[in-house]
Structures are given as structure tokens and as C-alpha cells.
């Protein structure tokens, strides 16, 4: 891949500097059919890479098989909470199902990725800390394969497991090397604490036995208090949802919007389609050219892996390069050259007629209210008819690892990244600039549900490809409806915090 990347960017390269040099309407042209060229190639190649297509990416299905063993402690600690089960009952049948519904998902994912270690080792731990006989020559055997490894400490790690789940102990052994071994590897969460468990447990170090088994009791417990407030705030929010769609369906005009905005009316859009294409071709270039490049470097430089604040200043800088200069793009080829300014070019407005700000926000709210169910809907449907396995947006991966941390700053930087930064390019695109222009020509029904298979297609997330789209739809409607495109960004940005809000309560340390 990276050798086609080079050859494009040579080819990017000669064609704009042919096209600085003649001025020539032609050479423009010329740059244009290079430019989406390159962004169709390289769609095709990324969305068939592997074919991972419609495919969760293994390490998620990895922090999936995580969440079912979260939610199995959980029950075990609610249970013994309430003493609706005896003392002698640890392995109940409950606990159980989630380790082998967790041990399906790791194999599945061990097959998709059959030469990651850190999946293997998982659901070796798995494996043994089930409980069940027939589980036990298959960790071992897994263990072996780490032990096996040329790396250090993969080596160290896949012994360590060994020695404590074959019954051999820590004899020889000092318990702060091997300690070390598994949270050397294994970050903070389920997996950590099993092991760490098993080797307390053999080794005869009660106190730290005691004192794990109670901070896992105690974050079981927080667990089911966090379950039961989201589930609360989602009842709450669904139900305002459904006020506020019947309360659009008794109350929205036959035709929604204003014939202002279509055809030659005063307020459409005085750039073509043309000017579109252009705009959204040159913002795909960029985001492919310098995601591509900035993912190598991060990998190289192994920021990814340098702690969550590190982490999260890298996602936050690879956002802006990639996708602040669609804003630029929208300005420089589409409004400056008709003298609009970009607040009105995408109807930046914090007050439209007698509706202020505060009108246009609790818009935006109801707005992420009605997304709520309409998305679970919308998930629900995608599993049940096309299959799909969930969302394998990579950035998953960085959210989680700042969740596992409780590290303040990456949080509150990731919180902006995704609650501020991505909605005002996003909504700035596809609402503000690619609506309305297709608004222009389409009507809304149409130019609704053409750009949000737009927004979501770009997404390049096939397993989340209908939800995107009906959160795309909702951004599209609360922007017709106000003509503004506050509410939009102000609900694309609670989904997004709120997603990520999930992800801390869940997963957090």
C-alpha cells in the first residue's frame, strides 16, 4: 500500500504543479479526474484491503469479549450482593455463559488475526479462568505458543501463564517479575486482573489476593450503578425523543422548507454541482493523503502506544490535518469567490428570526434524543437483515485505552476531539455545504437521504453504515427545520461525548 501511496503522491505532485504553471483551464481539469482518481483507487483498496469487508477489526472484537466478562463479574458480585445465591456457588452458570460466549468471540477473532498474540493470550486466560476441564489443554496449549515466541516479553509472558495455571507455582520465581510480566503485556482491565488473581493465588500473597479481589468487587458494583443510570437516561431521552417526533408529525407543514431555497429562489446556493465535487473530492484527497501519512508516522514514532495523553494528542492533531482544511476548501472555492461570508455560506447562525440560541440548542438536544432509539433501531435492523458485526472505526481502539487509563487530560481532550472538533468539519461538509447545495436541486426528501449515504459512506465503517446514515437523516432534518446548523453540530456532538461517556463507564479503570 505504501508504494501506491508514493506513486499517487508523485503523480498528485506533477499534476499541481503542471496545473500552477499553465493556468490553463485544461490543466485544472486535468488535476481534478487525477485527484478523484486517486480518491476512487484508494477507497476501493481500503474498503477490500484484506477482505475485511463488513468485518469488525479483531481487536475489537477483542474489547467486545472483554465487555461480556465485565458484565459476568458484575452478575457474580450483584448476586453474592444480594444473597440470592450460596457462598460455595463462585461458579455459577451465569459466569460461565460469558466465558464461553467471550472464548466464541476470541476465536473468531484469533481467525481473522491468527498471528496476534495479545488475542491468543487472552483467550488462553479465558480459557483457564472458566473453570471448565475440557477448557484446560487448550489454554495450555495456547500458552505454549506465547512461550514460544522470539519476543522477550511475549516469552515471559506465555511462561508466566504456565507456571501458575498448571499448578507449578511461583517456586524460584520472584512474584515482582512475574507480576511484572503480566501487566508489562496485558493493559488495565478484565484479563489483567485474572491473571494477576491466579498468581496472588498460588503464590500465597493473601493480602494482595484480598486486596484485588476487593477492587474488582468494588468496580462490579460501580458497573451495574453505571448500567442502570445510562439505562435510566436512555428510557428518559427515548421518551422525550417520541414526544418530540409525534410533535413534529402534528405539527410540520406538507412541505418542509422554503422555496427560497430550491431552484433560482433568493437563498439558494449560488455555486454548481460542479463546485461541489470539487470541494468534496479535494477534502477526500487530503483526509487519505494525510491520514495515510500521519497513521504511518504515528506507527513508526509508536505514539499510539506511548500512554493515552499521547495517544489522544495524536488523534486529536490527525483530525485537524485531515479534516479542517474541508472548511478551508468550502471557503476558498465555493464562498469567497461569490463574496459570502462562511458564517452565512453554511448558516452559521446562533439566532434565525425570533429562535435564539437557546432555542436552537434544546433543538439540537431533543434532536440527540429522537437518535437514541432511531439508532438502536437502526443497529438492531443492520445485524438482523445485511449481518453486520457492530462499528470498526479504529478509533475505537484509542477511546478505549483512554477509558482503561483514567487519564483526565487524554479524556477531556478526547471529549473535544470528538465532541466539538468532529462536528463542527462534519456537519460544516455535509449539512452546511453539501445539503443545501443538493437541497437546491434535489428537494428535501431526496437531497435528506442522499447526503447522509454520503456521511455515511465517507465513514468507511460498513458495520455501522445504517446507523450512520440514520444520524446523518436526523443532522439533516433539525438543520432544515431551524435553518441553522448549530442544533445539528450540537447534536453530533452529544452523540459523540455520549458514546464516549458509555465507553468511560463501562471500560473505565
Known amino acids: 500500500m505504501s508504494s501506491i501511496l508514493i506513486a499517487w503522491l508523485a503523480v498528485l505532485g506533477a499534476s499541481g504543479l503542471y ?10 481539469r486535468l488535476f481534478i479526474v487525477v485527484v478523484s ?45 444480594f444473597k440470592s445465591i450460596s457462598s460455595t456457588s463462585s461458579g455459577n452458570w451465569r459466569d460461565k455463559d460469558f466465558h464461553d460466549e467471550a472464548s466464541g468471540v476470541l476465536e ?103 486486596r484485588l479481589v476487593e477492587d474488582i468487587t468494588d468496580r462490579g458494583g460501580k458497573l451495574w450503578l453505571h448500567m442502570l443510570t445510562v439505562m435510566l437516561v436512555g428510557l428518559g431521552a427515548a421518551l422525550i425523543g417520541g414526544i418530540t417526533v409525534l410533535v413534529q408529525l402534528f405539527t410540520m407543514p406538507r412541505k418542509i422548507g422554503r422555496s427560497e431555497d430550491e431552484g433560482d429562489g433568493p437563498e439558494a446556493v449560488p455555486w454548481d454541482l460542479k463546485t461541489v465535487y470539487v470541494v468534496l473530492v479535494f477534502w477526500l484527497a487530503t483526509q487519505i493523503l494525510v491520514g495515510g501519512l500521519a497513521q504511518s508516522l504515528v506507527k513508526s514514532l509508536g505514539l499510539l502506544t506511548s500512554g493515552a495523553l499521547t495517544a489522544a494528542l495524536a488523534t486529536a492533531l490527525i483530525y485537524i490535518v485531515s479534516n479542517g482544511p474541508g472548511i478551508l476548501y468550502i471557503y476558498l472555492i465555493a464562498l469567497k469567490p461569490r463574496g459570502i461570508t462562511l458564517f452565512d455560506g453554511l448558516r452559521l447562525h446562533k439566532k434565525v428570526g425570533s429562535v435564539g440560541p437557546v432555542r436552537l440548542v434544546l433543538c ?35 477511546v478505549l485505552e483512554a477509558a482503561r487509563s483514567s487519564n483526565y487530560a487524554a479524556t477531556i481532550l478526547f471529549y473535544l ?19 443545501r447545495s443538493l437541497r437546491k436541486r434535489l428537494g428535501v426528501g431526496t437531497a435528506l437521504i442522499v447526503s447522509a449515504a454520503l456521511f455515511s459512506v465517507v465513514h468507511m465503517d460498513v458495520g455501522a453504515l445504517v446507523p450512520l446514515m440514520v444520524l446523518g437523516w436526523l443532522f439533516g432534518f433539525v438543520f432544515e427545520r431551524t435553518r441553522s446548523l448549530l442544533p445539528a453540530m450540537v447534536a453530533h456532538g452529544m452523540w459523540n461525548s455520549g458514546t464516549f461517556t458509555l465507553v468511560i463507564l463501562i471500560f473505565g479503570s
Do not use: H
Not at 512474584?175 to 485474572?194: H, K, S, V
Open 364 to 398: 439540537g438536544m431533543a434532536t440527540w434524543c429522537v437518535a437514541i432509539p432511531a439508532v438502536m433501531l437502526a443497529y438492531l435492523l443492520a445485524a438482523k437483515v445485511l449481518g453486520a458485526q457492530g462499528s470498526s472505526n479504529p478509533i475505537i481502539a484509542l
Open 19 to 28: 496545473w500552477a504553471l499553465s493556468r490553463k483551464d485544461l490543466a485544472r
Open 417 to 435: 476531539t470528538l465532541g466539538v472538533l468532529a462536528p463542527l468539519c462534519e456537519e460544516s461538509l455535509f449539512r452546511g455545504f453539501l445539503y
Open 108 to 210: 473468531e477473532a484469533i481467525r481473522k488475526s491468527p498471528d496476534s498474540t495479545a488475542l491468543k493470550v487472552k483467550l488462553a486466560i479465558v480459557l483457564a479462568d472458566s473453570g471448565k476441564e475440557d477448557r484446560k489443554a487448550p489454554a495450555i496449549q495456547l500458552m505454549k505458543e506465547v512461550a514460544a515466541r522470539k519476543s522477550g516479553k511475549e516469552s515471559a509472558l506465555g511462561r508466566t501463564l504456565l507456571d501458575i495455571y498448571t499448578g507449578k507455582g511461583v517456586v524460584g520465581e520472584d512474584l515482582t517479575t512475574l507480576q511484572r510480566n503480566i501487566t508489562g503485556f496485558l493493559p488495565q482491565g478484565w484479563y489483567r486482573d485474572a491473571a494477576l488473581m491466579r498468581l496472588y493465588k498460588v503464590s500465597g500473597d493473601v493480602v494482595k489476593y484480598d
Open 37 to 81: 482518481l486517486f480518491v476512487g483507487t484508494s477507497l476501493v483498496v481500503s474498503t477490500f484491503k484484506e477482505g475485511r469487508f463488513g468485518r469488525s477489526e479483531p481487536v475489537l472484537e477483542a474489547d467486545k469479549a472483554e465487555m461480556l466478562l465485565r458484565f459476568g463479574t458484575s452478575m457474580k458480585v450483584l448476586e453474592t450482593s
